[in-house]
């Protein structure tokens, strides 16, 4: 069945540091894939999305782009802020028949210090 | 607007107690409904969904079930909780195959 794998955490950089969080997935066919951010007592909310191979997703500084080669997609910022400290979820779509089950990765928790 | 209303945010109950957590859209019509959850140190499995009034899917068989009493109510219950039934629940919609939007989520301990 569809899987995905992501980079463990937790993760602590420092502020304006550079970030990636690693993001590999096994699925037949050819899913969408998906980044989500939960801040602190919230729920999750979409971050990015990409629809096919070779898109980019992008969405406040954060990028990831759907490497179908390598079966990856790994999230990047190049400057992280305090307020990006939340926990990130890899996750992808097996379309069917009209509604949107996502495979979501464990969870990668951030913290950026000041 | 759309929104999703998820209650309560926490919950603590004994074993053997049952539990009812709601979750409501508003804004839309006939919205694919989901319980996911979210247990420590692991990340989120699909529960149950819902594409109608009374359609209800489960993914994984368990101690909970599901109902959908009208177009916009998604409700997760059980007749007796288990110490693993403590986690992180949480509630979302979609039309069509647009994202997940999801609530704010329910904290549940169970003692």
């Known amino acids: 069945g569809d899987s995905v794998t992501q980079m463990e955490g937790p993760v602590t950089l420092s502020e304006e540091a550079f970030l990636t969080i690693n993001c590999t997935y096994t699925?037949?066919?050819?899913?969408?894939l998906f980044w989500y951010v939960q801040y602190p007592g919230e729920g999750l909310q979409l971050l990015l999305k990409?629809?096919?191979?070779?898109d980019k997703g992008s969405n406040k500084g954060f990028e990831a782009t759907y490497r179908k080669e390598t079966t990856s997609f790994h999230l990047e910022k190049g400057s992280v802020q305090v307020s990006d400290s939340a926990v990130y979820f890899c996750a992808l779509s097996g379309h069917e028949l009209g509604n949107e089950k996502l495979t979501f990765g464990t969870g990668t928790r951030l913290t950026i210090i000041p | 607007s759309q929104t999703i209303h998820q209650w309560p945010a926490t919950l603590v109950q004994p074993v053997g107690s049952p539990l009812s957590l709601e979750c409501t859209v508003e804004g839309t019509s006939n919205p694919n409904l989901y319980w996911y959850r979210q247990a420590a140190g692991r990340g989120l499995q699909l529960l149950f969904y819902s594409v109608g009034i009374g359609q209800i899917s489960s993914e994984v068989p368990q101690n909970l079930s599901a109902s959908r009493p009208q177009d916009r109510q998604f409700i997760l219950s059980s007749k007796k909780l288990l110490l693993s039934d403590s986690g992180f629940y949480l509630c979302?919609?979609?039309?069509?195959?647009?994202?997940?939007?999801f609530g704010n989520g329910t904290r549940l301990t169970v003692t």
């Open positions: 979302a919609y979609n039309r069509d195959n647009s994202p997940l939007h």
């Open positions: 990409a629809t096919k191979a070779d």
């Open positions: 699925a037949t066919g050819y899913p969408s």
